[in-house]
């Protein structure tokens, strides 16, 4: 009997040499490290390192999520990943009338370079890497590490990490915008130039599937719309005068990863080939880690149940290995009470034990690629591809990304595959232990982490001292040095520096650019 893909293509249920026909080895697998990259985009893989173990953490104020990071870099974590707030995401101060009820809740609340400080505070930025779930002020955050940095005395060219900095998913799939297409690739125009002279080792964006995938995309279309997404990205750095080797390696993707191994591995198989193809003959690119598509993973919240929630631990282990199996650069393991609320200090450290006992008490980081030459892998591989290239191929009849993003197209495809599932999840079709099959009776009590609502007082209590002590003359003149910029050709991160070094806030900051440019409203597409 024939079962379908979460992609929607059909799974047999025995594969032999004839799935792969005409199939050359040479054209499509390459060597490891080498073109198309699909058995990963180094010769040694996690032979010669692990991938990097990131937890995605922050929450209520920049002092508790210091805390949590020193606990997580005390039980074996090697990079952090930082989530911020809505009001930050939304480029506003805590003390603004939008951001009541939001403060600290979903991620900390960072309103300033006094809330950096506080945050990175007895962490050494030149022996951590740090990844920042931020996009649309993903320019503020950077130049806040960037002036931690400064204070620490660490230079910025020792300064790693990645910023998210993916504004077009955010139109598609989240939400979390501020500012209209055209000048917020713009500014993402400016990030990359900036990074080249000033950050040369950080990662300037993370090009990411993982919240269409949330959304309910399938894996074809989460790699589709983000690799099409990043094809807008490139050729915006290449029309404002950048020369794609200059910034292409310093690209990165973020994708998740579910518990449908074999199309997972499948999935990550074909992005990285298709990828390579794309730079090598669309742009051009000469430099090899032009072609290499980099990526960071996480595993797939929206499969997490509140339902029995230990089971989630089950789910995050598998997904975990499914990303590992696909040659993950650095990986984030959920923790298995997200579901619920924020991940408690066991939870979270649980999540980490995870990846360990899959880097060093399993034997799949003892061979490069194990699923090279495996029938159904590489069928499945070749299939999601097509599926994907078509994808992208109606993209680009609308006139790439940001035309088709106007039209709802991305949006639209998500929704109906959203659809899709939650019709044969309420029919029992699609199995969710705890949920729609093997249910408890009644359900055990848990306690989840609460953030203290006192939070949104305090910080606006920090802002009315900060607004207090600061030069409030140097703040408007850098600000207006800023909005010249913003509606001229300049870099804008040079005077948006200034300011922040200033002690404008991430409000301030983001409210002077929306009077230059304007803010985002959906049209009726969506």
């Known amino acids: 009997m024939t079962r379908e893909s979460e992609s929607g293509l059909p799974i047999e249920p025995v594969y032999g040499p004839e799935a792969l026909g005409d199939w050359d080895p040479a054209e499509k697998l390459g060597e490891p490290g080498g073109y198309p990259f699909t058995r990963g985009v180094y010769p040694s893989m996690y032979t010669g390192r692990p991938w990097t173990m990131r937890q995605y953490a922050g929450f209520g104020t920049a002092s508790e999520s210091n805390a949590r990071y020193k606990q997580l870099i005390a039980n074996g974590t090697m990079g952090l990943s930082v989530a911020f707030d809505l009001p930050t995401q939304m480029g ?87 500012f209209p297409p055209k000048p917020s690739l713009r500014l993402i125009a400016d990030i990359f130039a900036y990074c080249k002279t000033e950050i040369p080792k950080w990662n300037t964006i993370s090009i990411s599937g993982y919240h269409m995938a949330e959304a309910g995309a399938s894996p074809a279309q989460e790699i589709a719309f983000t690799l099409a997404d990043g094809i807008e990205y490139v050729r915006t750095a290449v029309a404002a005068g950048m020369d794609v080797d200059d910034f292409a390696p310093r690209l990165s993707f973020f994708f998740v990863s579910r518990t449908t191994i074999l199309e997972e591995v499948a999935k990550f ?28 993973t996480q595993t797939a919240g929206v499969q997490l149940t509140a339902q029995q929630p230990e089971v989630n631990l089950v789910r995050v282990a598998v997904q975990g290995l499914a990303a590992v199996l696909g040659g993950t650069q650095s990986l984030h393991t959920n923790s298995f009470d997200e579901a619920i609320a924020l991940p408690t200090d066991k939870s979270a450290r649980l999540a980490l034990r995870t990846q360990q006992v899959l880097a060093y008490e399993t034997d799949v980081t003892a061979t490069v690629d194990p699923f090279a030459g495996s029938y159904v892998v590489e069928r499945m591989t070749d299939e999601v591809e097509a599926a994907t290239v078509e994808l992208m191929a109606k993209v680009e009849d609308l006139g790439g990304a940001v035309a088709a993003i106007e039209h709802g197209f991305q949006k639209g495809e998500i929704e109906r595959n959203a659809y899709r599932i939650a019709l044969e999840t309420d029919a029992g079709e699609r199995v969710v232990v705890g949920v729609n099959r093997f249910k408890l009776d009644e359900e055990e009590p848990y306690e989840p982490l609460r953030v203290d609502p006192a939070i949104e007082a305090q910080q606006a209590a920090r802002l009315g001292a900060l607004r207090a002590a600061r030069d409030q003359d140097a703040v408007d003149a850098a600000l207006s040095a800023l909005q010249k910029a913003a509606a001229g050709t300049e870099n804008v991160l040079y005077p948006m520096k200034d300011a922040l070094r200033a002690r404008a806030t991430v409000g301030e900051v983001c409210n002077a650019l929306r009077e230059v440019w304007g803010t985002y409203v959906p049209t009726d597409a969506f």
Request: net charge negative.
């Open 92 to 178: 506003h101060d805590s003390d603004a009338a939008i951001a009541h009820g939001e403060v600290g809740k979903v991620g900390v609340a960072i309103d300033s370079i006094d809330d950096m400080l506080v945050l990175f505070d007895g962490i050494p930025l030149d022996k951590v890497s740090t990844s920042m779930t931020i996009n649309a002020p993903a320019a503020l955050l950077l130049l806040l590490y960037q002036l931690v940095g400064e204070e620490q005395g660490v230079p910025a060219e020792r300064l790693t990490g990645t910023i998210q900095n993916d504004v077009l998913k955010e139109y598609i799939a989240r939400g979390t915008y501020i």
């Open 269 to 296: 198989r074909a992005a990285r080939r298709i990828w390579a193809r794309v730079m090598r003959e669309e742009f051009g690119a000469k430099n090899p880690k032009s072609l290499m598509l980099r990526f960071h």
